[in-house]
């Protein structure tokens, strides 16, 4: 079955840079379709989707945070890593990644991991 | 980018009730809509896809309904699982867009 689990610092200073692993199985990245993905909300609040690699190594960002953010892949591996420059504290929030296939409906999750920015 | 509005953002509903949320797309999305449902403290679930196709493994009480700029969400009979935040999402055009969330409340 399909699983998914992100891991990172729990805690990163302003100014500095995140870098979250969302780590699966039970897919693979080099499958026509397959798309791995990162959403995030801060707490109490709704779901913002930062961005998404996929298969052919297609990648695309939120406009927003696009000159932040980087995802990258390793198919040998099976982790898709996300790296979210210059933290400040509104981006705490609990950070998923996620499986999509062909773009279309997110259909597993993971259980998410919460960063806390803060000095 | 694609705005999704919910309505209502709240909701207090009794057992076995019946309850609709929508979630209207600022532009014309097609069927590209899909329904999630959120418990505390947990990832979100995948209830419906392409606007009316349930997920596998989800409940019959959950339905969904709608194309274009309207959509429904529709649970039938309610039960005390069912409390959760639902959220609508756009895959018809990036950025990925969601709706604001809306929160039910079983009494």
């Known amino acids: 079955q399909i699983t998914l689990k992100e891991s990172g610092p729990a805690l990163v200073k302003p100014t500095h840079t995140l870098t979250l692993t969302c780590t699966f199985s039970?897919?693979?990245?080099?499958?026509?379709?397959?798309?791995v993905g990162w959403i995030r909300q801060p707490p109490g609040k709704a779901l913002e989707w930062l961005a998404i690699i996929y298969w052919d190594d297609d990648r695309r960002y939120s406009p927003s945070l696009q000159r932040r953010l980087t995802i990258t892949k390793d198919t040998s591996k099976n982790q898709v890593v996300l790296t979210m420059t210059n933290m400040d504290p509104v981006d705490t929030a609990t950070y998923y990644c996620?499986?999509?296939?062909?773009?279309?409906?997110?259909?597993?999750w993971g259980p998410g991991t919460l960063v806390t920015v803060s000095s | 980018e694609i705005v999704l509005t919910q309505s209502p953002d709240f909701l207090s509903v009794t057992p076995k009730e019946k309850v609709t949320i929508t979630c209207r797309a600022s532009?014309?999305?097609?069927?590209?809509l899909h329904w999630y449902q959120q418990r505390p403290g947990q990832s979100p679930n995948l209830l419906i896809k392409?606007?009316?196709q349930s997920f596998s493994g989800v409940p019959s009480r959950f339905s969904g309904n709608g194309s274009g700029t309207d959509f429904t969400l529709t649970i039938n009979s309610l039960e005390a699982a069912d409390a959760a935040t639902y959220y609508c999402?756009?895959?018809?055009?990036?950025?990925?867009?969601f709706g604001q969330g809306t929160r039910l409340e079983i009494k």
């Open positions: 996620a499986h999509m296939f062909f773009g279309v409906a997110i259909d597993y």
């Open positions: 999402h756009q895959s018809r055009r990036l950025p990925i867009t």
């Open positions: 532009q014309n999305i097609g069927s590209s």
């Open positions: 039970g897919f693979s990245l080099t499958t026509n379709g397959v798309g």
């Open positions: 392409y606007a009316s």
